[in-house]
């Protein structure tokens, strides 16, 4: 079972800085490394696919990048709606099985 | 739209088994795996398991293998999750979401919780 270790669980960043968010796999796969958002009361909403991959109207300051065992997420210029909880996961191509890391708090410092 | 609607919030006691409804809209509902995952009160986020809507084929995370069963009724395009023997710990927000790259879409979850 492969293991997503977020880092770090809690990021303190002011609106209009960049925002570095990491992840890593316990084992190497296929880039099949995910982003989520999930604000409070919500359901989580995709941001990031195939490691680097923005979803269908995902603004642009939100990139992915990675390979390997390393993945990040990085916030440009970060906006007030844009402080929420960050999660990474890995899926196998098929049959499909995912893995969530534990999340990284983005909050406005 | 593109669009997953689930049933409405449960309070179950323990030992009981719950069922959630998660009814798709929008697309071709045989054509995409349902995934389930749960996210506990403060927690993170769970994956229990997917639902091939077309075959009725199953995958479940181990943790939850003998507990849980997922099946779909294509007439309705609708896809459920059971589960049963709930304890306090099964308390959590479940959300069905389809698969395809990543999560695109998801449900709105539904909130259930599990007291004596």
């Known amino acids: 079972e492969i293991v997503m270790t977020q880092s770090p669980a809690t990021l303190s960043v002011s609106p209009g800085e960049r925002a570095t968010l990491s992840c890593r796999a316990s084992?190497?796969?296929?880039?099949?490394v995910a982003w989520y958002q999930q604000k409070p009361g919500q359901a989580p909403r995709l941001l990031i696919y195939?490691?680097?991959t923005r979803a269908t109207g995902i603004p642009a300051r939100f990139s992915g990048s990675g390979s390997g065992t390393e993945f990040t997420l990085n916030i440009s210029s970060l906006q007030s709606e844009d402080f929420a909880v960050y999660y990474c996961?890995?899926?196998?191509?098929?049959?499909?099985?995912?893995?969530f890391g534990q999340g990284t708090k983005l909050e406005v410092k | 739209q593109v669009q997953l609607v689930q049933s409405g919030a449960e309070m179950k006691k323990p030992g009981a088994s719950v069922k959630v409804s998660c009814k798709a809209s929008?697309?071709?509902?045989?054509?995409?795996?349902m995934n389930w995952v749960r996210q506990a009160p403060g927690q993170g986020l769970e994956w229990m398991g997917w639902?091939?809507?077309?075959?009725?084929?199953?995958k479940y995370v181990q943790k939850f293998q003998g507990r849980v069963t997922m099946t779909r009724d294509t007439s309705i395009s609708t896809a459920y999750m059971e589960l049963s023997g709930l304890t306090s710990d099964d308390t959590a927000v479940y959300y069905c979401?389809?698969?395809?790259?990543?999560?695109?879409?998801w449900g709105q979850g539904t909130t259930v919780t599990v007291s004596s």
């Open positions: 996961q890995q899926y196998n191509n098929w049959p499909p099985e995912y893995t």
């Open positions: 929008g697309y071709t509902f045989i054509g995409y795996y």
């Open positions: 195939g490691a680097s």
């Open positions: 639902i091939n809507p077309n075959s009725g084929g199953t």
């Open positions: 979401a389809r698969d395809g790259d990543g999560m695109a879409v």
């Open positions: 084992q190497s796969f296929l880039t099949n």
